[in-house]
């Protein structure tokens, strides 16, 4: 995979998911376009539901889900297009004490760190030694350990995505596009649906510290503007 053709596929498909977890970290507060058979049908299951109820009443404020995970992690995601024609996998690890998340994409050994305290998103390519900075999706990050401060969320139901459980809400995206997003008590995005089709859903999910270096930007990379879609 080009290191073009990742860096559109990472704004487009992890607007997502990083997008839903205030991730990523999250759906509400980053622009998104569009992160097992039992889980499937159970995913299907709560699709059909939210058809049959498409204006499911809002909670109150302190009701909301937690959007940002208040533990380290590391997930592995499918993402696909809204059209269903693209997938790609893409792991996302996240350091709750510096509030960092690293995005790698498959097939690429360009990645992406967005540093909440610091309000930057790197895009770093060491094939080329080159990187990108620009501002971070969201200047506003919910704490983790509380209710999510931008949007509404109805509860919709319960589902299993991952071997983990997890509760699906209705929401919009930043562009006004109605999702159902499944987070954990624990504030991990599992899945994200819209329109019925899943756009990003976790295959695997492990509770696990991340080091610093998992982070840290490599030294002598040339700086360059960042690339359009």
Known sequence: ??????????GAGLGMVMAA????????QTSASGVNAANAVSAGASGAQAGA?????????????????????????ELTSPTGDAVMKQRMRWQVGSLRQRLDPEGSDLFMITSWPE???TVVDPSRKRKSVMPAP???????????????????GGSVVA??????????DADGHASDVCYTADGLLLQVAQQGQ???????VSRVAQPDDVFAIPSGLKQEAPARP
């Open 21 to 28: 977890v205030s991730l990523p970290v999250a759906l509400a």
């Open 138 to 156: 969201s200047q506003g990050l919910t704490p983790p350990g509380h209710p999510a401060m931008v949007g509404t969320y109805a509860r919709l």
């Open 53 to 77: 109820n498409p204006a499911p009443a809002p909670v109150a404020p302190q009701d909301a889900p937690f959007i940002t995970p208040s533990v380290d992690a590391d997930v592995l995601y």
């Open 198 to 204: 899943i756009t990003v859903r976790a295959l695997r």
């Open 119 to 121: 309000h930057t998103l």
């Open 1 to 10: 995979m080009s290191g073009l053709r990742a860096r559109r596929l990472l």
């Open 163 to 172: 071997g983990e459980s997890c509760i699906i809400w209705r929401t919009k």
